[in-house]
């Protein structure tokens, strides 16, 4: 049957290769509900839409067979955006599955896709074993994988995209036995899936309710298991409504569809703060234990034990870490700031005993950092990382430039990072890059240039702090690089080392990265900065979730109130959330200042107060041994890293850096003040 032409702008004005929009008929759109008897394999019954004269639905949905369900549909909204509201009414007990899926016009190889917080383009930076075109160029996930709960269609060739997004109230989910193949949920769920299909060569997107995953659904770290579809049960005479938005727009690029995408998605979900009783004082008292209990002296190199501990009980370990999941000195500044404000006489000793021993005993015998020192096994791990030296030296620069404030000097200190940032110019590639790990002889180990931005931070700071042009140059070089190869593609990779992939955190140093240019510059320069800092931004910020992920019952983050918006997800390897921001927040405040774009401090606010949530201290420990060590690995989805699953935490993890992060998130405005740039 052939539908009027009303409907055709109301689900969908796809555009068949440029052209006007399509009609939506059941050539362009198709619908089914599978229905399970337990203990038998599931049903699927295609169904038709009937014309409904009359009544508040468009269409009833109905099937060549009779079936214990009646399905209808109302269509609403604009040229540009309609709205599906979906009515399933019960007149037999049922478990079921229902699915849409749409065609948007473009042929499937002419398109990127986008699930925020977990696809872009096509994935082709992640390995077969984690979700991407490599194995498929098909997919569908559950909704709280991602950061919106939508997916983006892009047409490259024509500069067209369309997008559905889930509509409805997320309160609820349930625990299933299994987590492959047919599955009967043990209660309600509000989770539902969405994705993309390859249709005939057609890119359709893809839709549904509960949640199904295909071609394979993503458990843990690099492992692909079988699909899974889960079933609702729905009593007789019950009902239950779903909704999805659809949009269209035209984007003039995929980086452009990301930002319009985003937008979209904060304006449709509307974030606002979390309301926790944590002010920026409690918290730092709080996670000042870490300082504390943390602290190892008995080491040539004194270090906070922040890495591999165990959530059961927090102990210290052997393993020292510089920069990345250990942090070492930048706690170890913040701990000398923070002890000396508040004369804390064991602080400060403890943050100079760190950064005395670590001039001492913690340079390799080329000038690097020791990045990670195994005391137990007597040994420092030989291969570098342009990452962890980076942070390193980011760390040591803002505890020399503290220490000249007091009137206090550490000239071996300055020869150390001035001696670490010359290497710096000789490791740089032609073409302003960096590699992602090497030798002490500067031989290269990984030579992807997706930890670049990493490196921008100390060689902008050192240009300040040495009054060495020749760094801020290196710096300007970097940026270069970032702007030809990860901004101006949309493709931000590898920079997190312990994975090979799109991940937040390539997206979030560009971002930062240019941002320290531009309070370093002035004039058109600078203005150039801010539009790179601007433009990966988004990406960034595509990471970050703007909504709540339901918890079922059982599950400790939903039983203790767990909000998940403001939370980023980290890669599409790792596919959990975690407090990674450190100076994020204050790209987003500036960038809001100088763009007029109150959406960017509105969702600082947000990202700032969300983050305040899992705080742990006696009687609000939250899963965690010890007062102060906040957590790392919040597994959000039903995604682990080998313990635990959605709900709870994996068992080891690293607070060093979550304690750093959130430090530098309550220490706001110190690279302006570092840098300058009002």
């Known amino acids: 049957m052939i539908l009027k032409k009303v409907f055709c702008s109301v689900v969908l004005l796809a555009g068949t290769l440029g052209a006007s929009a399509i009609e939506y008929t059941p050539v362009n759109v198709t619908a089914s509900i599978s229905l399970k008897v337990p203990g038998n394999n599931a049903v699927r019954y295609p169904l038709t839409f009937q014309e409904l004269r009359q009544s508040e639905f468009n269409y009833q949905l109905v099937s060549n067979e009779k079936l214990p369900v009646m399905i209808y549909q109302k269509v609403s909204g604009d040229e540009d955006t309609k709205r599906i509201t979906l009515f399933i009414v019960a007149s037999e007990d049922v478990y079921f599955n229902y699915g849409e899926e749409i065609k948007s016009g473009a042929k499937h190889d002419d398109c990127l896709f986008y699930m925020p917080g977990f696809w872009y383009r096509r994935n082709l930076r992640s390995p077969k074993e984690a979700p991407s075109f490599h194995t498929s160029d098909s997919w569908t996930v559950r909704e709280d994988r991602l950061s919106s709960p939508m997916t983006t269609i892009f047409d ?50 893809s839709f549904g309710f509960p949640y199904r995953e295909t071609p394979k659904t993503y458990i843990r770290k690099l492992t692909l298991a079988p699909s899974v579809e889960a079933y609702q049960y729905l009593a007789k005479g019950e009902s239950m409504t779903l909704t999805w938005e659809i949009n269209e727009n035209a984007p003039t690029d995929f980086s452009d569809c990301v930002k319009q995408a ?283 979730y703007t909504w709540d992920v339901p918890f079922a019952k059982g599950q400790m983050l939903g039983d203790i109130g767990l909000k998940t918006r403001g939370w980023g997800n980290v890669s599409v390897e790792n596919n959990h959330i975690d407090v990674f921001v450190f100076d994020f927040a204050d790209v987003l405040r500036w960038l809001s200042e100088v763009y007029d ?54 068992d080891i993890f690293a607070p060093g850096w979550v304690v750093a992060s959130l430090w530098e998130l309550l220490s706001p405005g110190r690279a302006e003040q570092f840098i300058g740039g009002k």
């Open 597 to 650: 774009e109150p959406r960017f401090a509105d969702f600082a606010d947000v990202i700032s107060s969300s983050m305040r949530q899992l705080l742990p201290y006696e009687g609000h420990l939250c899963g965690i041994a010890k007062k102060g060590f906040y957590p790392e690995v919040v597994q959000h989805t039903n995604w682990d890293y080998g313990k635990n699953g959605k709900g709870y935490y994996n």
């Open 156 to 205: 490259e060739k024509n500069n067209k995209s369309w997008s559905v997004a889930r509509l409805d109230k997320f309160e609820t989910d349930a625990l299933t036995t299994h987590k492959e193949g047919e599955v009967i949920l043990s209660g309600k769920t509000s989770v539902g899936y969405t994705g993309f299909e390859n249709n005939g060569g057609i890119a359709a997107l």
């Open 262 to 544: 985003w937008e979209y998605c904060y304006d449709l979900y509307k974030p606002v703060p979390v309301e926790t009783p944590y002010t920026d004082e409690i918290m730092k008292d709080v996670l000042s234990n870490f300082f504390v209990e943390s602290f190892v002296s008995d080491t040539p190199a004194k270090y906070y034990s922040g890495v591999e501990l165990r959530t059961a009980d927090c102990e210290k370990l052997d393993v020292a870490e510089v920069g990345f999941v250990g942090r070492t000195l930048l706690n170890a500044f913040n701990t000398l700031e923070y002890g000396e404000a508040k004369h804390r006489n064991d602080l400060v000793a403890n943050a100079n005993a760190i950064f005395d021993s670590y001039l001492e005993h913690g340079f390799s015998d080329a000038g690097f950092f020791h990045e990670v020192i195994h005391y137990k096994r007597n040994e420092a791990e030989p291969v570098h990382s342009i990452r962890r030296q980076s942070e390193g030296v980011y760390a040591a620069l803002y505890y020399l430039n503290y220490e000249k404030q007091q009137g206090r000097k550490h000239p071996e200190w300055e020869n150390r990072l001035k001696g670490m940032l010359d290497t710096f110019l000789r490791l740089q590639n032609a073409d302003g890059s960096f590699p992602r790990k090497f030798n002490d002889d500067l031989s290269v180990v990984d030579k992807s240039g997706g930890s670049t931005p990493s490196a921008t931070l100390p060689l902008v700071m050192g240009s300040k702090y040495f009054k060495d042009k020749r760094y801020l140059e290196s710096a300007k070089r970097s940026v270069a690089y970032l702007e030809n190869e990860l901004i101006s593609k949309a493709d931000y990779f590898s920079s997190t080392l312990d994975a090979n992939c799109e991940d937040k955190e390539a997206s979030l140093y560009a971002s930062t990265a240019a941002y320290y240019l531009a309070l370093a510059t002035k004039g058109e320069e600078r203005s150039h900065y801010a539009e790179l800092a601007k433009k990966a931004a988004y990406f960034a910020l595509s990471w970050y």
